[in-house]
């Protein structure tokens, strides 16, 4: 190895002694890929970039998961698929071929805060979508659903500001910050919102 992957090595190490949570997977949900623009498409490939980098100095990249993977979405990618786990099928199967069934879906629509108690959670969802165009609303409830279909137990939660999910930066990377800190860095939900700010 590297000299590289021995810190990253020797990070999963410390995370392991350190960490009171087990080590999940951070999965972005890509069903949503193909109604995408090509300017949006370019969006979601800059925030996932972003997400690989977070979830290596959090965790190690392997415990970020892309799924629905498709040939294009595969090819507009900037970093190395091969340092995560890309899936080319749906959520679901992941899960279950992962013996996991159930997950937190993260979600603007839900009516419940995520909470200290959720973070035991094998599994956290976020939409792979953008919305630079207006035609993508309630398409992440749409995402659970999908899970729910398929035998998957979804515990939807929001991040807000006192309930109110104004605010609070919607990017999937952003989102994905968030939770990291409120995890693995004790943060309050209103904190972490302020810090990646
Ligand atoms: N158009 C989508 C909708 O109406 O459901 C929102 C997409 S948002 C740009 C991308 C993803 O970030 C969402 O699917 C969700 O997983 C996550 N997300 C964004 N804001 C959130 C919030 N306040 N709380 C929880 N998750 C959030």
């Known amino acids: 190895p590297s000299?590289?992957?021995?810190?990253i090595i020797g990070k999963e190490k410390i995370i392991e002694e350190?960490?009171?949570?087990?080590?999940?997977?951070?999965?972005?949900d890509l069903m949503y890929w193909d109604e995408h623009t090509i300017k949006e498409k370019r969006k979601l490939a800059l925030q996932l970039n972003q997400?690989?980098?977070?979830?290596r100095d959090y965790l190690w990249g392997e415990r970020l998961v892309l799924t629905w993977l498709n040939k294009?979405?595969?090819?507009s990618m900037h970093f190395p698929l091969s340092r995560i786990t890309s899936f080319k099928g749906p959520t679901h199967q992941f899960l279950a071929e992962n013996g996991i069934k159930e997950a937190i879906l993260l979600d603007p629509w839900a009516k419940r805060d995520i909470k200290p108690e959720d973070f035991t959670s094998k599994a956290f969802i976020i939409g792979g979508i953008v919305d630079k165009t207006g035609d993508k609303k309630g398409t992440t409830p749409r995402i659970g659903e999908k899970l729910q279909e398929n035998k998957i137990k979804v515990k939807r939660r929001k991040?807000?500001?006192?309930?109110?999910t104004v605010g609070v930066p919607d990017r999937i990377n952003l989102i994905l910050e968030i939770l990291l800190k409120m995890?693995?860095?004790?943060?309050k939900m209103e904190e972490a919102i302020l810090e990646i700010q």
């Open 72 to 75: 294009e979405a595969e090819s």
């Open 183 to 187: 995890m693995f860095e004790d943060k």
């Open 3 to 7: 000299d590289h992957d021995d810190i």
């Open 18 to 28: 350190i960490s009171k949570y087990e080590h999940p997977y951070f999965i972005i």
């Open 159 to 164: 991040i807000s500001l006192m309930g109110d």
């Open 51 to 55: 997400s690989y980098g977070l979830i």
